[in-house]
């Protein structure tokens, strides 16, 4: 299966400036001070948004998910791109 992505493995990204995030009953959620918009990153988004404190490889994001969550790797890698590409078209992360 070809995937079209804007984010690819080779890729690094980090969290962007400017977000106030909490925690809300053991999920994260934000407030976007840029785009006056408030996201709910789920349980396993809190996660990704945490290990991308500082500048991450998505394959080093994608072998700590498969290290902690029963998953096959493909589909971490999938699941991980795609919630990735929303998180830098919301402009709350970036690209390296």
């Not at 690094?12 to 909490?22: D, F, K, L, M, P």
């Not at 404190?53 to 902690?68: E, F, G």
């Amino acid at each position: 299966m070809v995937i079209n992505t804007i984010i690819s493995l080779k890729d690094t990204v980090v969290q962007g400036e400017g977000n106030i995030v909490s925690d809300m009953g053991g999920e994260k959620v934000m407030l976007s001070v840029k785009n006056g918009k408030y996201y709910n990153l789920g349980d396993i988004g809190g996660e990704i948004w945490e290990l991308i404190q500082s500048p991450t490889s998505i394959t080093k994001l994608v072998n700590m998910l498969t290290a902690s969550y029963e998953v096959e790797e493909s589909e971490c890698l999938q699941q991980v791109l795609s919630y990735l590409e929303h998180l830098l078209n919301e402009g709350l992360i970036e690209k390296r």
